[in-house]
């Protein structure tokens, strides 16, 4: 049996410490120097067989020092690749349309048997619940900015969350002229949570909190838990401003209400801040820039005309027996430079010949190589390559598979979003409702049970999934609720992206205008439409007009007859 590597001891530890923080190079080669060692002291199946992996040395830091010391690198990174890079620019801006939409509605389901509803007090509620928000979402005073509305400042949070690595919602509360709700959002961006006056992180003690990465946690915290978040008045990099403050913001209030919604996507336990979601990829798509930019430029070069000439003797082209040359002066003052202006007639001297001079550029193998390299971005973002590249050219079945597999994360990103956004703003919503007697829910403020029930959603809905072949997917739906593996409350909002019952009541109001106007219905406008075809088919019988209609004596005559 193979004997573990025994643990480091604490004047090791010291000495470790000490190399780190004086001379990090050095650090870094004695902690491969020792995992060197520790390869050769603990094989294993993997080493043993490949001397390449033998060389290779993980990082074994913490969350923080993997992730939140590189942050600053990773964003600044990030953001250039989306500012000039189409397939990350692509990439960021596909992923927050279908997510977002044009926003994410509540389907408000209070618990009945836990507030004593019945089912129409329920319904009546709900709606009442759902218009108070819609009033409140729609309106351009829910950002504290006045720029934009819910679904817009949520799109924004959601691209800045994957730009960056994490936002801030700050909730404020601002009466307005007019207003129906002084509650507001601001965002924050991600650079502007740092430590105050740009000092290090403090882990705290007995008598000091610790502030990580702007973040800070209570004392004698062993949770995690953030307690409030510092915030820089300004951008660090805005070189325009005269002076930086720094504000600390409580992540909750007084009752226990969040005032701050931290947007960071979190892998690893004890992680503080998120990472940019084009940091697996940055450096391949770095070079992909690069490659493109390289190839733009040799296809450029190599549209532009160029000709080799042939004369007779080493003075050149005689340019006065041929005025299509025009002769120009070179940097060095020599005329040894000829330009052929567009459309020019050739007269050649004896003796002269031109010969255009071809370009292989762009190369045939660039597309295939940047497909591979797609392949290989397109997992590391989630996001098939027909969908990363917006090119669907292969058979039906792949691209519906390959949106499907899309969709599937499109719907895990919209429930993270509702947990850790949309949850918030409509309870803060609701409950300035209640406090202004817009709404009437009992116990609202007194219960923690009965305002958890009232603020129950059922879904978040939002756009619906795009569909390649509708009559398919009504027919599979229909199929679904027949055979009882499903119902219309599931496969509405997934078709349409609305609750059946808005479908239902919509529907049941459209019908009821129409039979008042006396409007022919759908089944009704498709038998006209078909009794007008019958009738004029060649032999069919010929209705008699209105100044033919039969009269009495032709009418008595039949009879007789």
């Known amino acids: 049996m193979a004997k573990l590597p025994p643990a480091r001891s604490a004047l090791v530890r010291i000495v470790d410490g000490v190399y780190s923080a004086l001379w990090p190079r050095e650090a870094l080669l004695r902690e491969h120097a020792r995992r060197m060692l520790a390869s050769n002291a603990w094989p294993s199946t993997s080493r043993s067989r490949s001397n390449a992996y033998r060389s290779f040395v993980g990082a074994g830091g913490s969350p923080l020092a993997d992730n939140d010391d590189n942050l600053a690198e990773l964003r600044e990174q990030s953001r250039g690749l989306v500012r000039g890079n189409p397939i990350a620019a692509g990439a960021i801006l596909g992923k927050v349309g279908p997510v977002i939409g044009v926003g994410l509605s509540p389907n408000a389901a209070p618990m009945r048997k ?20 819609r009033l409140h979402a729609d309106s351009l005073d829910f950002s504290a900015s006045r720029d934009a509305n819910a679904a817009e400042l949520l799109g924004r949070a959601f691209q800045a969350m994957l730009e960056s690595g994490d936002a801030l919602l700050v909730r404020r509360s601002v009466q307005r002229k007019g207003g129906l709700f002084s509650t507001c959002w601001t965002l924050i961006e991600g650079d502007r949570l740092c430590n105050p006056d740009g000092t290090g992180d403090t882990f705290g003690d007995a008598t000091h909190p610790a502030i990580v990465s702007g973040v800070e946690f209570a004392i004698g915290d062993t949770d995690g838990t953030p307690v409030a978040y510092h915030v820089c008045s300004s951008h660090p990099g805005d070189y325009a401003a005269r002076s930086q403050t720094w504000s600390r913001i409580p992540a909750r209030d007084a009752d226990d209400n969040q005032v701050v919604l931290h947007l960071a996507r979190k892998a690893r336990p004890g992680q503080v801040r998120g990472i940019p979601d084009l940091a697996p990829v940055i450096e391949i798509l770095g070079q992909c820039t690069k490659l493109n930019e390289a190839e733009l430029q040799s296809a450029v070069i190599g549209a532009l005309m160029a000709v080799a000439v042939t004369t007779k003797g080493a003075e050149g082209i005689a340019t006065g027996v041929n005025p299509s040359f025009e002769s120009t ?21 004896v003796g002269e010949d031109i010969k255009q001079i071809e370009s292989n550029r762009p190369s045939p193998l660039i ?4 497909m591979a390299l797609y392949r290989q971005i397109g997992p590391a973002l989630q996001m098939p390559v027909e969908v990363l590249i917006k090119h669907f050219q292969s058979s039906y079945s792949a691209a519906r598979a390959a949106l499907a597999d899309f969709w ?7 429930f993270w979003l509702a ?8 309870a803060a919503t ?3 409702a209640v406090a202004r007697k817009y709404l009437d829910l009992p116990g609202f403020f007194s219960s923690p049970l009965r305002r958890a029930a009232w603020l129950n959603v059922g879904a978040w809905l939002g756009t619906a999934q795009p569909q390649l072949d509708p009559l398919k997917e009504v027919n599979a739906a229909q199929a679904r609720v027949d055979g009882l593996f499903s119902n219309r409350e599931i496969e509405a909002p997934s078709l349409v992206g609305q609750p059946w019952e808005t479908i239902v009541e919509g529907s049941a109001r459209e019908r009821a205008k129409i039979r008042k106007l006396g409007l022919p219905t759908g089944k009704q406008i498709g038998e006209s439409i078909e009794t007008e075809s019958t009738a ?7 209705a008699p007009s209105h100044d033919e209609q039969p009269g009495e004596d032709d009418v008595a005559e039949g009879r007789r007859g």
């Open 114 to 133: 836990v507030l004593g509803l019945t089912d129409e007090q329920a319904e009546e509620l709900s709606s009442e619940m759902e218009t108070q928000w």
């Open 329 to 349: 002066t070179s940097t060095d003052g020599h005329a040894d430079e000829k330009q052929i202006p567009a459309g020019a007639m050739f007269d050649l001297d």
């Open 367 to 370: 597309e295939p190589f940047l």
């Open 408 to 414: 599937d994360y499109v719907l895990r990103e919209r």
């Open 419 to 426: 947990c850790h956004v949309c949850a918030p703003w409509y």
């Open 430 to 432: 609701i409950s300035e």
């Open 536 to 542: 004029n088919r060649p032999g069919a019988p010929v």
